[in-house]
């Protein structure tokens, strides 16, 4: 039986050029494939190494990309290798199977953390009254499911971001900062619920996952086995589980070692 192999995207298989991490002397970086422009310009890339494992194991395998982005930030995406018959978007709020929303999936969804979290106006309200114009540069909503901010980072207090979790918990709501980005989502809105889900329609098989920040570890908790990068959220706060690999390679190249480990060659 074929894995099902539900990974996260940026900063997981997929880096921005400030998370690419390149330590190497130039003359010996890998060469890059660029996966998503954004308003005309390059915005991901993934090593072509990268790329050519991706294509073999999304032949094999039930690839599933597993992403907190919004449909329309997954489909500037370009993945190497076959459209995937299913994506998880919106943190598990949006199935998209052959490249079109599980209407009936969104709605299961919403009843769900209609009965269990405070609404998303309220998280909004909160934020709007607290966050400081010094660092906040956007705010915004995602699939009308839950909020981001666009933060600077430099300037970010660490005691506001603590204070917005204690705050958000109890309402059913978690906080994750990933780069210049800080998610508000509610608690059950998982990766790993809209995994099952997949793994309910095609059947007992083996599922492999890999994510970096805090909203990857349910996905990686629910799967058979499941690795991460040495950067991110989960690396940062020393997160593992004994069926989790924690990998030390940083950046681009850490790509490329989780799809070796999903069983990419090449
Ligand atoms: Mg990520």
New binding site residues.
Partial sequence: MNPLIAS?????LIYSTAALGLRMPDADAPRLLCVEVYEHKPLSYMTETAAALLTGLARTATFVPT??RTREQYRRIRLPGPPPRFAICANGGELLVDGESDTGWRRRVEAGLAAECATLEEVRTHLARTADPAWLLKERTAEDLFAYLVVDRALLPEEWVKELSAWAEPRGWTVSL?GRKLYAVPAPLTKSAAVAEIARRTGPCEVLAA???L??ADLLLAADRGWRPGH?ELADAGWTAPHVTALTTRGVAAGEEILRAFGGTA
């Avoid at 996260?8 to 997981?12: A, K, P």
């Fill in positions: 996260d995207l940026d900063r997981t992403t907190t990933q994510g970096d920040s909203l990857d991110g």
